[in-house]
DNA sequence: ATGAAAGCGCTAACAC
DNA sequence: GTGTTAGCGCTTTCAT
């Protein structure tokens, strides 16, 4: 026996003690209406069987009671559902929040794109050290699909849960022996815009700030080697500064790194906020930018702009990116095989890394 | 009848079209562990009442499966929903999205709460003319309880929604004749802090900057006006900038402020992007900040320490918020009166309008 | 055009 | 200790 409801009686009876709102269902509707509940349903998923006139009343009876489908009894009868959960990975270890601006981008896009289609977003966060955890969303019946935000270090994970045929799409870089569907910026080309700006400017020693043992950033990295190659340079492993994304560590990283290091004339930063971090921990030895170093950030964050210097940066597309990562999740849950989607960046020049050296 | 399920038959009948995983359910473990469904339901629910051994094999064959419980199904039963939903309006009208990233951190805060008392979190979005809308989420069973993410014009949707018993907390400033509970910064001594903080510093034509139509504004406005008051200063409603807090729309009325007025030597901002692009339009007309004019932003964003200048600010208490809206929801879902918040703030010193005239 | 009744996946009172 | 059974709020077939 379920929990015995407080009163079954309509609404309408004596119920004096008007503390909690008891949920409308289509039972009072229907009784209010002098139909039957078959009837309310239908009426109010506007079946051509009922009478014209029925259901307009009993809409409006609904509408004026601010009666609203109970959904979860719905998507159990119709064994349907439309929530998508959106999984934000966090640091247990650092114990540091979701605070990148561009992540919150994200998720604000996922929003928009989710709210478009008609669907729900389920917001939560797990340990990066546990994504296959956000599949439990979909095991649970809660949710009809997962989209994780990051790769972070676990593409073994995430092969996992694709493997087990889980409706899932991931924000990062495209990987070899990938079996689940990635969506993401073109991090090799990134990367490469980057440095070439920097070659071209005549800077010669580029330092490149991001931990490489995320994808993203491996791939950019790439990228910044490869133009290095190009212009005939060799990549100095001591200009790498492997500062993770949480603003609390890298801070310290790269104050140590800017107080060591001396020797070089700018660098490629794997997030706007590093970016920004380095443009610190450099004036704070009293180094200029761009003058003494050219800074490069990434994302292309909505602050950039604001900044002081505004920030020479790579643009994500974050608003093409919630559709993009959507409609792939989308074309699984049709069945259709969705293949990993690489989209393009662009450099958006600004003061920290200009066009020509002032 | 439902709508016909593929197959009926346990999984391990001849299923070839492997495409889509069917959900495993509890008569599948039953089946499989050779026992009846409830005791598959009581073995997962830790009952007593089960064998020991018995509620080993159930559990790891459970655990095996990664099977897990439809919670839609349970929760229509049990007649219990752990979901909340967190709503954050958006300005239709110039089609902007969330991008403040105050407000993407109180959404991660809250959706910390929320996940460390085991409650999911439904995020949407919702025209800020129509805050009411945000009562769908309940009326359809949804969601237990609202959160809505600030006030805007609409303090009697709010009264409205509040009436009708809907269990509601909204992050905003507290105004007279409140029904709903509300949980916010103290704006009154925000903007009183940060006035008095620029009058110390010898400044006397101070502007404020911020859309005193909002709750929030207005009351941080009134902390302006009498800190001005208290050291003998009138208000110049010419001092006064109606910036929303949409960057796109604030940039243009703020060039056109500090184009047209120079008469000013301090500025009071609703918030840290509207500080920085403050900023900015002084740099741009040839204003040194905070030399020729001091900025005070509000929010104390993670990125206002590494923005150049470092933003003085009102420090709101973002972490705590999360956690003071949701209890304040729980206690009305215990049936508690839950009395509107002010939290305390302070002010964060920088350099955009230091400790003293360097 | 409308109502009665079955059942979506689960839990718990009630048998045994 | 375990199985049987009713029913959470809804949709839809079937009967009228």
Redesign the interface.
Known sequence: M??M?KSKASPSSTDTS????R??QMVDIARLAGVSVSTVSRALNGSELVNAETRQRVAELARSL????????R?????E?R?IA?V?PYDAKSRQ???D?FF??I???I??AL?DRGY??????VDAERLDLA??WF????AIGVVLIGQWRHHDQLNEMAA???PLVVWGGELPQQLYCSVGGDNVLGGTLATRHLLQLGRRRIAFVGDAHLPEVWLRRQGYAQALREAGLAVDAGLEVAAPFE?GVATGVLQQFCAMRRDFDAVVCCSD?LA??T??ALRAGGRSVPGDVAVIGYDDM??AA????PLTTVHQPVAEAGIELVEALLAQLR?QRAEPRTMPVYLKLRESAPQTEG
């Open positions: 379920p929990p409801p008007t503390s909690e709102q949920r409308l601010n009666y609203s489908i109970n959904l979860g009894a998507n159990l009868r119709l064994q559902n929530t959106v934000v929040h979701i605070s601006p919150l981008s998720v604000g896009s929003a928009d709210t729900d977003m389920l917001l939560s966060r599949a439990g095991d649970s019946g809660k087990r045929k889980l603003p906020v920004l971090l443009i610190q909505p602050l604001y900044c002081e210097p069945g």
